[in-house]
Structures are given as C-alpha cells and as structure tokens.
RNA sequence: GGCCCCGUGGUCAAGCGGUUAAGACAUCGCCCUUUCACGGCGGAGACAUGGGUUCGAUUCCCGUCGGGGUCACCA
C-alpha cells in the first residue's frame, strides 16, 4: 500500500496532469505581454473596487498586447446569486474594460483555456490533488468540523497559535493503510495539503506594488479539497492561474498575508509562482475610522450607484486612473484630448495604502469631462440617463431636440466651456427654465435683489422691451442698450461708476441685468443671458416679462 | 492577541540624505465680469512621535503611538 493506491482509492476517475498541460500550453504572446484576470465571486454585485482592479488588469493586457479575462469564483455554492455572472461582465462592458477572454456573459465564454467558472474545473483540481496526493504532498483528513472547533479552542486556552499544522495535525501522522481504512469504512474525507514549511523560517517575497516583503513561511495544513469536492480559493487559484498562463495575479491586499502559502503550493505543484500586485483598497472614513467601501453601508461601493446617479462612465474611470496612478492627472492637463488608452499606467506608481474615496474629486473630474463634451452627446447621455431615471427630463428632451441642444450649447465649445453640470441628473436643474411648459407650472416667487420696487421693475421691463430689445442684435448692441436703459432708468451705466460715486446712484447696469434675468427665469444665476434670449426668442421674452408684471 | 503592511496640509499625492517640502481637489481673498460657472493671480494649511546613525534627516535604523489587513471545509 502506498501514496499512489491512496490517491487512486480517493480520485478513481482523475486524469493525469499531463493531460491538462497539454490542453492549456503556453501562450503565444510576444515578450512581455502580461496576461491578468480579474476573478470576481459572483455575488450580484459589482463593486468599485472590483471595477478598479479590472481596470487596472485590463490596462495592462492592453499596453503590452497581453489578455485580460474573467473567471469566475463560483467554489462556495451557499453564496450563488441569479444571474450575477451577467451583472459583473456587463458592468465591465458598460465601462469600457469589457474582458479579451473568459466569461462574456451568464453563461457564455470564450478563449481556449476554459471552462472560466470554477465550479466547472471541478475534474481539473481533483486531477492535481490526486497528483499531490501520489506524492505525499496532500493527505485525506478525517477530522470532523466539530473536532477541528475542539483543536482550536484548546490552542486559544493555551494561548498558541491556532491552525491546523505541526503536532495538531492529527490526520496527517496517520499511515497509509489507516487512511485507506477510513475511507473504505466510509468515513468523509476532505484533502489538506501537506505543508513543508516551518514557521520560525522567513521567506521573501517581493510584491510588484507593495515591494520586499518578509513573512514567516507557512506551516498550515490548509484544506484544498472541500467536503462538496470544490476546492478553496487557495487550491483553485493556483491551478487555474497555472493553467490559464496568468502572469501578473491582480488583486486587493487582504491576500498578501496569503502568499507564502500560494508560493508554497506553486512550488509543491511544480508550478512557475506568477507575479503579484497586491493593491490597496478604496477606502472611506468612518468617523475617524478608515474602512474599506462596503457594499451594505456606502451605496457609492456599488457600481450601479454611478450609472443611477448619472456620472460618466468616462469621468469614473478618469477619476479611477487618478488614484491608480497620480502622474495620470500631469498626463491629462497635457493630453486633454487623448483617449485613456494612450496612458501608461506603472504598477509600480501605485499607492501602497488605500486611498480615502473622494465624490467631490471625482465630480470635478466629471464636469472637466462634461465640459468637453459637444451638446450632441450631453443631449445624448442626458436622454438616455433620464429614460431610466427622470421621465420627465426624458420628454422634455425627446420633444424639443432642436431645441435642446441649443439650450444645451450655451457656452460650450468654446475656451472655457462652463463646468457647471458633473451628473446627469444636474441638468434638469440647469435648464428646465428654459421650457415654457415648466416655467408656466413654476410658483416659486420672483428672487428680486436690489431693484425689488414693483413699480421700478414693471417700468425697466417694459421700456426694454418695447424701446431696447432686438433680436436681431449682436451681445455688444444688446448689452449696451441694457446700459442705456439703465440711464434712462436713472441707475448707474457702469458697476465701476456706481462705485466712484457712493450715494448718487440706488443701483447700477447690473442690478438692472438682474431684474430682466430674473424676470426671464426665475433665476438669480444663469449662463449668458444673451445666449439664453436669444434661444427663448422675443415673444416668449415678452410672454414672461408680461407674467412677471403680473405676479 | 500573533504575524504582516502603512503613516507628508481636510483629501489624493510628488519627494528616495542637503528642496523656500511640488501639484491637484476642497477652502479663503483678489482680478476678469451684467449674475453664476469658467479662467487668472495670491493666501492659509503637512513630514504622527521619541530616540539613534550622520556635518546634516521628511528621507536610513530602533521604540512608541495611530490606521489597515490577516489568522475558515468564504472568497
């Protein structure tokens, strides 16, 4: 009785490994290409910081020609979710890091080094367990969950290390024939590996983010085939990472305590060990507390939030890129018009502690993008944004195109385009005055400032519009008519000659610019209002000046 | 608690033994201007802390404190 009639009782039906290297060669990429994934749980639920690190794997595959897939986690069945696979790949799609390879929707895949669901690999890991098992290098464990509890308790009691390893691993002293015995009485068995480290021993590893790192080398006989036949994540990710020829593992911190056991077992697997980027979390402060973005207490941890709130896709991602990399920003200024592509993202420039999250940060970087934009696509984005969320808006829109995007290209494309909308859902709030079916239903009262006398303000719209305004105007005739109604109104023409002569004027031009603007929408702020008469047109400037005499 | 990682203005961050310690966002003031936004100029604001090493430490070493991670048949 040996290793090799253990492995065979335990995994009668396995195949040689040499089966699966031969199925899943070695890639044929030029020098350097790197080949990443990201290996989402699928949960139903994508969250930002999953977004972050596939951009980050997918710029990249990108950059050095290599491949970028997606496989899914799916080893721990009690947390499946409907139609989670859809959710994350979609997400990833929708934001411009849709995968070169692996699984491109619930159920569909592509690439030739599938199948990119776990829980479809189950024959695969079984191969290799077998494979440690005929080497000595993995054992059956027959301790029951409730054994293992006791173990640990009286290691907490005595204050020591807890864990499965050294004097406490009990089915690892057991011999062959003992093993063979217990399985073929039928008692459950789950497989453990067979660790050879020590732990007074150090081992050094150096992080492609996180640089040298020291940690006591592992000692655990950690499970790697579970009592549903499914690996752990460990098992799993170092065989599909073999397997499937990644050479740059990307993923959150939380796993660096976890690589020696990984390079443990690439090495008793026969393995080349990948390179890892170990990357920092997207953070949030808790009341003086930093924790990770959580899914149950932040709704801005979800990726959905983005796309309900109605933030550029373009703005996420730029802001995303600015936290991986903060030469991205220097980058941007000077390339202004430059697709993300052309960036070159350094894994080495990455932060080696997280990073607290930053709405305003990302909504400035929004309204720089917003500001670029031509009216076509705010018309565009707007509208599909507002069919989901805001039917009203959507309406409104569709019925006026025309109409909208001139409203919309109120001081944009030129210099210094106005930076005044970082969401969709601003722009209801920035133009709806430019409607007469809202402005009509709008009962909030006229915001009067200086000139609030309703006899003065009936006196200055009145003149204006049957003495000054014409359309046909250029904006210098046009503001200088409003200086000259200001005159014959007895105001001040000029703001800096009201302020020479304190006490002789009771307002100035742009008191009098006030009231009209007022009086026109409602508003005390607005873009240029001679872009704004000019679209509303005169009878409609006489129709609200009338209402406003009225009100 | 053990082990590991981290600690520059409110936030993101350059810096890698000698700097007036960059820049961006936020904030404040001024300018531009008919309002707002944009833009321009300027201000305030930081090397967690105590010891070393050194002619000299934000930079190197150690301790302390603080933050984070991890110690599952979850990933």
Same mark, same amino acid.
């Given at each position: 009785m040996n290793y090799k009639d253990l492995a065979d009782l335990m995994f009668p039906d396995a195949k040689e490994i040499s089966y699966y290297e031969e199925k899943y060669p070695e890639r044929n990429l030029k020098e350097g290409a790197i080949v990443t994934r990201i290996a989402p749980s699928p949960t139903g639920f994508t969250h930002i910081g999953g977004?972050?690190?596939?951009?980050?794997?997918?710029?990249?595959?990108?950059?050095?020609?290599?491949?970028?897939?997606?496989?899914?986690?799916?080893?721990?069945?009690?947390?499946?979710?409907?139609?989670?696979?859809?959710?994350?790949?979609?997400?990833?799609?929708?934001?411009?890091?849709?995968?070169?390879?692996?699984?491109?929707?619930?159920?569909g895949e592509k690439g030739e080094y599938g199948p990119y669901k776990q829980s479809l690999r189950k024959e695969i890991y079984q191969?290799?367990?077998?494979?440690?098992?005929?080497?000595?290098?993995?054992?059956?464990?027959?301790?029951?969950?409730?054994?293992?509890?006791?173990?640990?308790?009286?290691?907490?009691?005595?204050?020591?290390?807890?864990?499965?390893?050294?004097?406490?691993?009990?089915?690892?002293?057991?011999?062959?024939?003992?093993?063979?015995?217990?399985?073929?009485?039928?008692?459950?068995?789950?497989?453990?590996?067979?660790?050879?480290?020590?732990?007074?021993?150090?081992?050094?590893?150096?992080?492609?983010?996180?640089?040298?790192?020291?940690?006591?080398e592992n000692d655990q006989d950690i499970v790697i085939i579970k009592a549903d036949g499914l690996p752990t994540y460990h098992f799993a990710h170092a065989v599909d990472d073999h397997l499937m020829r990644t050479t740059h593992v990307i993923r959150g911190d939380e796993w660096l305590s976890s690589v020696p056991l990984h390079l443990q077992l690439f090495q008793e697997l026969g393995f080349r060990a990948p390179k890892y980027a170990h990357i920092a979390p997207i953070m949030k402060n808790d009341e003086g507390n930093k924790r990770k973005l959580s899914k149950r207490k932040d709704p801005e941890a979800? $990726? /959905?939030?983005? !796309?309900?709130?109605?933030?550029?896709? +373009?703005? &996420?991602?730029?802001?995303? *890129? #600015?936290? %991986?990399?903060?030469?991205?920003?220097?980058?941007?200024?000077?390339?202004?018009?430059?697709?993300?592509?052309?960036?070159?993202?350094?894994?080495?420039?990455?932060?080696?502690?997280?990073?607290?999250?930053?709405?305003?940060?990302?909504?400035? $970087? /929004?309204?720089? !993008?917003?500001?670029?934009?031509?009216? +076509?696509? &705010?018309?565009?984005?707007? *509208? #599909?944004? %507002?069919?989901?969320y805001d039917e009203e808006l959507a309406n409104l829109l569709k019925n006026n195109k025309e109409y909208s995007l001139k409203?919309?290209?109120?001081?944009?494309?030129?210099?210094?385009?106005?930076?005044?909308?970082?969401?969709?859902?601003? $722009?209801?709030?920035?133009?709806?005055?430019?409607?007469?079916?809202?402005?009509?239903?709008?009962?909030?009262?006229?915001?009067?400032?200086?000139?609030?006398?309703?006899?003065?303000?009936?006196?200055?719209?009145?003149?204006?519009?049957?003495?000054y305004y014409d359309e046909k105007d250029d904006k210098q005739t046009w503001f200088d008519k409003i200086k000259e109604l200001s005159g014959e109104m007895g105001y001040a023409k000029e703001v800096k000659e009201f302020k020479q002569n304190p006490g002789k004027y009771t307002a100035h031009v742009g008191d009098v610019s006030t009231v009209l603007r007022v009086a026109l929408t409602k508003r005390t702020n607005t873009p240029d209002m001679y872009e704004i008469m000019q679209i509303l047109g005169k009878e409609t400037i006489q129709k609200r000046f009338q209402k406003a005499m009225r009100e």
């Amino acid at each position: 009785m040996n290793y090799k009639d253990l492995a065979d009782l335990m995994f009668p039906d396995a195949k040689e490994i040499s089966y699966y290297e031969e199925k899943y060669p070695e890639r044929n990429l030029k020098e350097g290409a790197i080949v990443t994934r990201i290996a989402p749980s699928p949960t139903g639920f994508t969250h930002i910081g999953g977004l972050y690190q596939g951009l980050i794997a997918k710029k990249l595959a990108q950059q050095t020609e290599g491949v970028f897939f997606v496989r899914i986690e799916d080893t721990d069945q009690k947390r499946e979710v409907k139609n989670a696979v859809s959710e994350i790949v979609n997400s990833l799609i929708d934001f411009g890091i849709g995968p070169d390879e692996g699984m491109i929707s619930e159920d569909g895949e592509k690439g030739e080094y599938g199948p990119y669901k776990q829980s479809l690999r189950k024959e695969i890991y079984q191969a290799y367990a077998k494979y440690l098992i005929e080497q000595g290098k993995a054992y059956p464990c027959f301790c029951t969950s409730k054994e293992v509890e006791e173990i640990r308790e009286k290691q907490e009691n005595a204050k020591i290390r807890p864990g499965y390893y050294g004097v406490w691993a009990k089915c690892r002293k057991l011999t062959v024939e003992e093993m063979i015995e217990k399985i073929k009485a039928g008692e459950p068995w789950i497989v453990r590996f067979k660790s050879p480290g020590r732990e007074d021993k150090k081992i050094k590893h150096k992080d492609v983010i996180k640089g040298n790192v020291e940690f006591p080398e592992n000692d655990q006989d950690i499970v790697i085939i579970k009592a549903d036949g499914l690996p752990t994540y460990h098992f799993a990710h170092a065989v599909d990472d073999h397997l499937m020829r990644t050479t740059h593992v990307i993923r959150g911190d939380e796993w660096l305590s976890s690589v020696p056991l990984h390079l443990q077992l690439f090495q008793e697997l026969g393995f080349r060990a990948p390179k890892y980027a170990h990357i920092a979390p997207i953070m949030k402060n808790d009341e003086g507390n930093k924790r990770k973005l959580s899914k149950r207490k932040d709704p801005e941890a979800a $990726v /959905s939030y983005y !796309v309900e709130e109605g933030i550029p896709k +373009e703005a &996420v991602i730029e802001y995303l *890129l #600015n936290i %991986a990399n903060s030469t991205f920003e220097n980058w941007r200024r000077a390339n202004p018009d430059k697709s993300i592509e052309e960036f070159d993202l350094q894994l080495n420039k990455m932060s080696v502690s997280g990073a607290l999250f930053d709405m305003v940060k990302l909504l400035d $970087v /929004s309204k720089t !993008v917003i500001s670029k934009m031509t009216a +076509e696509q &705010v018309y565009n984005d707007t *509208l #599909n944004w %507002a069919e989901k969320y805001d039917e009203e808006l959507a309406n409104l829109l569709k019925n006026n195109k025309e109409y909208s995007l001139k409203v919309l290209g109120i001081e944009r494309g030129n210099k210094k385009p106005r930076k005044d909308i970082g969401k969709w859902s601003d $722009v209801k709030e920035t133009i709806t005055y430019m409607y007469e079916e809202l402005f009509k239903k709008d009962e909030t009262p006229y915001p009067y400032q200086v000139i609030q006398d309703k006899e003065a303000i009936c006196n200055i719209l009145n003149t204006y519009i049957t003495k000054y305004y014409d359309e046909k105007d250029d904006k210098q005739t046009w503001f200088d008519k409003i200086k000259e109604l200001s005159g014959e109104m007895g105001y001040a023409k000029e703001v800096k000659e009201f302020k020479q002569n304190p006490g002789k004027y009771t307002a100035h031009v742009g008191d009098v610019s006030t009231v009209l603007r007022v009086a026109l929408t409602k508003r005390t702020n607005t873009p240029d209002m001679y872009e704004i008469m000019q679209i509303l047109g005169k009878e409609t400037i006489q129709k609200r000046f009338q209402k406003a005499m009225r009100e």
